[in-house]
């Protein structure tokens, strides 16, 4: 499959399988990405870099082997009100900010998020401060890229991930996104009460 879209399109499809499922069915809602990079190692296995693209709505399966292939459409966020998508973002970072003070190790999987923003210039070491950090989110355009990247980052549920994939209007993406953040939250108080 790799080779294939490496000798053509570069473009993969990810879809998470349906849980209690007897064959590998895929959830019908998936990320479609364009693959950046590939290495192949001696064994056979290939780390890659899919940049996402969009999400895509899965349709018919044309083929099953060698690999499952399947016709698709893509799918439209929904933009209702910019106000109150603007809300939405500013508790979302501050949610954010909650989160990295709990779990200094996250930032530096944050971090990883943001290559073109080393230590050396922050001068603090191994880690970028949190305001920092906080500020580079805040700097990216679309409410929807930071929606994706603080999904794939903070939460640890493959099954929420999939929920605020599938939502199509980004208010509704944004809500569960800080239900779910607020959840991860609080049992991690519960686990740590210091």
């Known amino acids: 499959m790799l080779h294939r879209s490496l000798q053509s399109h570069r473009l993969m499809a990810i879809s998470m399988r349906k849980p209690q499922t007897a064959r590998e069915v895929p959830h019908k809602t998936a990320g479609l990405g364009m693959i950046r990079a590939a290495v192949k190692h001696a064994d056979g296995s290939s780390h890659i870099i899919l940049q996402g693209m969009s999400r895509i709505r899965l349709n018919k399966a044309?083929?099953?082997?060698?690999f499952r292939l399947h016709d698709f459409d893509l799918l439209e966020t929904k933009r209702r009100s910019e106000k109150r998508?603007?809300?939405?973002?500013?508790?979302l970072v501050d949610l954010i900010s909650m989160h990295l003070e709990q779990d200094k190790g996250m930032l530096q999987k944050f971090q990883s998020c943001f290559p073109?923003?080393?230590a050396e210039s922050s001068g603090a070491g191994?880690?970028?401060?949190v305001e920092e950090a906080l500020l580079k989110m805040i700097q990216l355009q679309e409410i929807e890229h930071l929606a994706d990247l603080v999904s794939c980052t903070f939460i640890s549920k493959p099954q929420a991930r999939q929920l605020i994939l599938e939502e199509a209007d980004l208010e509704?993406?944004?809500?569960?996104?800080?239900?779910f953040l607020m959840g991860e939250i609080f049992c991690r108080k519960r686990k740590d009460p210091s």
């Not at 044309?62 to 060698?66: E, F, V």
Request: proline residues 7%.
């Open 62 to 66: 044309t083929a099953y082997k060698p």
């Open 85 to 91: 998508i603007l809300s939405l973002k500013q508790k």
């Open 116 to 118: 073109e923003c080393g």
């Open 126 to 129: 191994d880690h970028l401060p």
């Open 172 to 179: 509704s993406r944004l809500t569960h996104l800080i239900a």
